[in-house]
């Protein structure tokens, strides 16, 4: 999208994804230098992707660059997930004893919490 559409489409949906002219001209420095530092964070971050993978198209950023560094960032993404998935999923039998004789511990807070806030948003509206 950012490749074909180009500048047209910053300046028609930009500003659903918080780009102006402006942030364009200032991620253009940022892309020049630091190109394949952003795409690889962008990958290891969740939420950042799409927007900085459409400035990348915009201002044409080498293929390959972009390829590699997007590659890597999603391999490091990746495996920290499975790092994670691994520990976890050792740890399952402990982490289930826990949470099973902590459940009405929760419960019980939440139903707290949940009458609380009521109580005091009553108590709110009732002053006016």
Request: net charge positive.
């Amino acid at each position: 999208i950012g490749k074909y559409f180009g500048i047209k489409f910053i300046d028609k949906f930009g500003k659903y994804f918080g780009l102006n002219r402006v942030k364009f001209n200032k991620m253009n420095k940022l892309f020049k230098s630091h190109g394949g530092k952003i795409i690889f964070t962008s990958k290891v971050t969740t939420g950042f992707g799409i927007i900085t993978f459409l400035t990348a198209g915009i201002l044409k950023m080498n293929l390959i660059k972009f390829l590699k560094f997007s590659f890597l960032g999603g391999l490091v993404w990746s495996a920290f997930l499975v790092i994670i998935g691994y520990f976890f999923g050792y740890m399952y039998g402990e982490i289930s004893n826990y949470i099973s004789e902590s459940k009405w511990v929760f419960l019980i807070f939440f139903i707290i919490l949940y009458v609380s806030l009521k109580f005091l948003k009553d108590k709110k509206t009732s002053k006016f």
